[in-house]
């Protein structure tokens, strides 16, 4: 095996939204991605980093080849993990939330469907429609798979599938189906044709994840410590993301009382310097420094001021590392008891 078979091959969406937030996204996260030919060259590499080659596939693409194996692993939407690659034996989700490409998979129909407004009104709706015109309702969708696996839990079983190859949300007007599942995320478009989400109707909340192959002969170790030196620098990243760090100063005496509120009450981790001499001020102060998460801010502060404590300077952390990335070590294990050997 050479030098090049052992590189880290990671899988990116080739074009579209979801390509342009990756690359802004793996930028954020100090992973900038260098075309190793010009702009319509398919493989490119992290800058400074020899040990990874990125290949570029449609995100649709992306689940099928991780699973067979043509890359280590690859950012998708979750929705097309879970359409096309969940319950495979060669694929693993190792990071599901990246905190870009939020969208819900969601039952629209229209809306003049004044009497369909939650799920067992569609139900209903279907089960008359085929005893007065001995047909099903069609349902318009990219995601069959996701689509049936809803239809059984929700008890909806009088339906017809057809599946969509352009704008899901036009079918019921040019008149290709009834009704559609399909994505939103503002339910602008869904309006705009004149259709209407459901209540209970959420098949999915999906956002940009990270998938793995569990076909161990893959897995050489230059290509396992490149996933988790990245894998760790994007979990110090979303870590610092979602906390702020604050430094404040207290009397030593009040200092474990005060952490430990800290810690229970709002889900601070807090960092105490050690209990030599020089981590206390000359006048009797400890100088404390804790992660808050952003939303317990204000809760903190003012339980913060509340304890007499002055001087609370606040900042925002580029990165947070905390041991080793525990997306790799649940991996890990999962490809220890993995069948997908080939």
Sequence with gaps: MNSSERRLIVALPSKGRLHQQSIEFLSACGLDVRRLG???DYVSSFDGRDDVWIVYFRPEEIPSRVEQGD??????????????????????????KLGYGAARLVVAVPQSW??????????EAAMLFHQRHGKSLRVATKFPRLTRAFFSESGIVEYALVESAGATEG?????????????????????????????GGTVLQTEACIIASLRRALWHPVATAALEQIVEQIEARIRATAELVLRFSIGSTAALAVGSQLAERYGCTINFLSAAADSATSNGLRFVVILCPKARLHSVVQFLKSADVRGIAVDRAEFIFEGSPQAVDRFKQVLKRSNAIA
């Design 71 to 96: 890359a280590h692993a690859g950012i998708t939407g979750e929705d097309l993990y879970r359409e096309y690659a969940e319950g495979q034996p060669a694929s693993f989700l190792l990071m599901p």
């Design 114 to 123: 004044i009497d369909v407004s939650t799920v067992n009104d569609l139900d």
């Design 171 to 199: 079918a019921p007007t040019a008149g290709v189906a009834d009704f559609i599942v399909d994505l939103t995320s503002t339910g602008t478009t869904l309006a705009e044709n004149h259709l209407k989400e459901i209540a």
């Design 38 to 40: 010009g702009d319509r």
